[in-house]
């Protein structure tokens, strides 16, 4: 659970800087949030070149994952969620935030104590709670402020995950449509997906 203070952090958070980014995908235009610009970990958003705020955006609301976006691990699909989020947002003008609320909320260093007790059969479920944390403690509230900021007011919500769209629906911003994130899955992430699946309440079918 956020404690009240963090949420007051959380709202004092404005733009610190910004710079045009080249990609693979495209150009995109990174803006850092935080509440100091001395920050190390700011929240970002990378909106695309051709993002026309005053029609519906296409938004990935995306939760940082050091081990896949970063070094490609297979026991998730975040990397792959993330590289198609961009290609996604690159052909269709939109948007991607960056939230830095690593391991679905619990951070690095409990993510990989639960990957442990996962290898000796535990589910990501029961991994969490065997260590006394939520199943899922991410917050979404600092996405609605940044999409504020930025000035978007409809989007379509690119996620499989339902208390997102929950979430973003209980703000106020319009979620005009949910756009499915399709990815296949592979030998390494099954049980994971599945999990998601049939106990998180994912929208997808394995």
């Known amino acids: 659970m956020v404690k009240k203070s963090e949420k007051v952090n959380r709202a004092m958070i404005k733009r610190q800087a910004e710079a045009l980014i080249p990609t693979p995908w495209g150009n995109f235009n990174m803006i850092a949030f935080a509440a100091s610009e ?28 050091i081990t896949g976006d970063l070094f490609g691990s297979r026991r998730c699909d975040c990397g792959e969620q993330l590289d198609k989020s961009l290609r996604m947002a690159a052909e269709q003008g939109g948007l991607v935030l960056y939230l830095r609320q690593e391991g679905r909320g619990i951070g690095i260093i409990n993510k990989l104590k639960a990957y442990n007790l996962q290898d000796l ?47 973003l629906e209980n703000s106020a911003i319009e979620v005009v449509s949910r756009v499915p994130l399709v990815i296949e899955p592979q030998k390494e992430n099954f049980n994971y997906l599945k999990t998601k699946q049939d106990e998180m309440g994912h929208f997808f079918k394995l």
């Open 121 to 167: 059969g535990l589910n990501t479920v029961d991994a969490n709670l065997h260590l006394g944390l939520e199943v899922d403690a991410r917050q979404y509230d600092i996405a609605v402020e940044m999409l504020a900021a930025l000035g978007v007011s409809r989007i379509h919500l690119l996620t499989n995950n339902p208390e997102k769209v929950e979430a």
């Open 38 to 65: 001395s920050e190390w970990m700011p929240h970002l958003a990378l909106v695309h070149e051709d993002c026309d705020i005053t029609e519906p955006v296409l938004t990935r609301i995306h939760s940082e994952c």
